[in-house]
């Protein structure tokens, strides 16, 4: 690791999304990850003598400066062990291999030569500076007033958050709610009915017959609002604003009957026939859905240009082979029914242990290091970044963003995820939570089938870029989660 002194802010240009809804005219639908930075040992190189930003601001109530210094003959003795091998290895035209002068080599590789003494003097004296202190940096540390010469003492300063210290005694009377999780055979039918739904085939009705419960009607219309300000003139009644534009629609499938079909569609359109032309009025509720038929009365012309009939398939040993690989179709709902039960139990337990963290949070004060909060309003927009990309927005569009306002909008939440992950550390101290090499192996075994990464690679480059110390991390503050929720919820 070679030390630089002056280091660039890399600020990654993200933003979370929310998801988009739809038109609907004719009906009410609409379509503790808490990472902990690592401990860095080794301090950003900021040369006093140029004045520039000295990274992430920290917290005051968090922060620890040290300040250290090399006598001058060990400054000079390495200095002198750097200007031997660059003479060895150097390669300047007009000298022969190892015949280079000093001076030459002091000049040509000035930078370089000063970097190779840091890298020799700045880590080990900070690490010993702070191992005698009994300090446990955990911001990356940043380098003040740094005076390097040759023959001269090297003097530094090193400012760096440390963990605050804080109890959480009385962790144990937060109480939470358990919430039944218990699947209901309305719920389950629910679920079926949509994946059969999604199997389903719509087929156009050939017979000469009316609209009735269950059909689909695909209609054409035209929707005329009706102002809701009118004055009375001497002409009559007159609106006191400009008419909206129409609502209109081609070739739109409306169920008859269905669940979130408007009743006055259901009540128009009911026991009408191919070619059928009909005219209502639909007064939209206040709280409907599409905000701008909120509270409106529309006068319709509608047109019935097809019937429909949804054709579902049979329930057999065939479908259950292809909707889940069941032999049989008793065997497929067994396993269905045991997935949306785990995937309701999973959802309702995640949402009651949010709430204990919340209770958890708001009862334990204390200052958060500013290094951890950063890191986590990086992650929040980073998602939120792929979710743009994903979406199918242009790095150019990304750029033109308002950063600094997203920024500042993930704040709040990420300083709560920050505060949650240190109450659930130490709450994982009270507990003697542990996670076991095996877990941790099991872990990056199902990584690896998720993302189809090997195992060995997958192991070998999160050993090399500390994510397994990350993900033992964070399996602990999920055990830790766990049983805390099972010792208060009641």
Not at 103 to 129: D, H, I
Request: glycine share 6%; proline share 5%; net charge negative.
């Amino acid at each position: 690791m070679i030390l630089t002194e002056m280091t660039e802010t890399n600020e990654t240009l993200t933003n979370e999304t929310a998801e988009p809804q739809s038109d609907a005219a004719a009906t009410g639908q609409h379509d503790h990850d808490h990472d902990h930075p690592h401990d860095h040992d080794h301090p950003h190189d900021h040369d006093h003598e140029h004045g520039h930003d000295h990274g992430p601001s920290l917290n005051p109530e968090l922060m620890r400066e040290i300040e250290v210094e090399v006598p001058a003959d060990e400054v000079s003795k390495t200095y002198r062990t750097a200007i031997k091998r660059y003479q060895k290895l150097a390669r300047i035209p007009g000298f022969r291999a190892g015949k280079v002068p000093e001076s030459l080599v002091r000049s040509k590789f000035a930078k370089e030569l000063r970097q190779e003494v840091l890298e020799a003097l700045v880590s080990e004296r900070f690490r010993n500076a702070i191992d005698e202190r009994k300090l446990r940096p955990v911001s990356e540390p940043q380098l003040l007033d740094l005076q390097l010469t040759d023959g001269s003492p090297l003097r530094f300063k090193a400012a760096f958050e440390v963990l605050p210290e804080f109890d959480v005694a009385g962790y144990e009377t937060v109480t939470v709610e358990k919430p039944d999780v218990a699947l209901t055979d309305e719920e389950f039918s629910s679920e079926l009915d949509r994946l059969l739904d999604s199997q389903a085939t719509v087929e156009t009705v050939e017979e000469d017959r009316a609209l009735t419960e269950g059909d689909w009607a695909e209609i054409q219309f035209r929707g005329e609002v009706k102002p809701l300000a009118q004055t009375v003139t001497e002409d009559g009644v007159a609106s006191s604003e400009p008419a909206p534009p129409p609502i209109t629609g081609e070739d739109v499938l409306i169920e008859i009957g269905g669940k979130n079909t408007l009743q006055a569609f259901n009540d128009a359109l009911r026991g009408s026939k191919l070619g059928q032309e009909l005219k209502f009025e639909v007064d939209y509720p206040a709280d409907f859905g599409e905000r701008k038929l909120a509270g409106q009365s529309v006068s319709y012309d509608v047109t019935v240009k097809a019937i429909k009939k949804k054709s579902f398939p049979e329930r057999d040993a065939d479908l259950a082979k292809q909707l889940g690989g069941a032999e049989t179709w008793e065997e497929f709902e067994t396993q269905m029914r045991e997935r949306v039960g785990r995937r309701k139990k999973e959802a309702l337990e995640a949402g009651a242990k949010n709430k204990m963290l919340d209770e958890l949070v708001a009862r334990f004060h204390f200052p958060v290091p500013e290094s951890f909060v950063q890191q986590r309003v990086d992650a929040r927009l980073e998602r939120g970044l792929r979710a743009l990309a994903q979406q199918g927005m242009q790095a150019d569009d990304m750029r033109k963003l308002d950063f600094g306002r997203l920024r500042a909008a993930q704040r709040d939440e990420a300083e709560r995820e920050v505060r949650a992950s240190l109450v659930i550390d130490r709450i994982a101290d009270a507990e003697n939570v542990s996670v076991s090499d095996e877990e941790l192996d099991n872990e990056v075994l199902t990584l690896s089938i998720q993302t189809r990464e090997p195992y060995e690679t997958l192991r070998e480059r999160l050993a090399t870029d500390g994510g397994l110390g990350r993900l033992r991390e964070e399996m602990r503050r999920e055990k830790t989660s766990t049983v805390l929720y099972e010792k208060l919820a009641s």
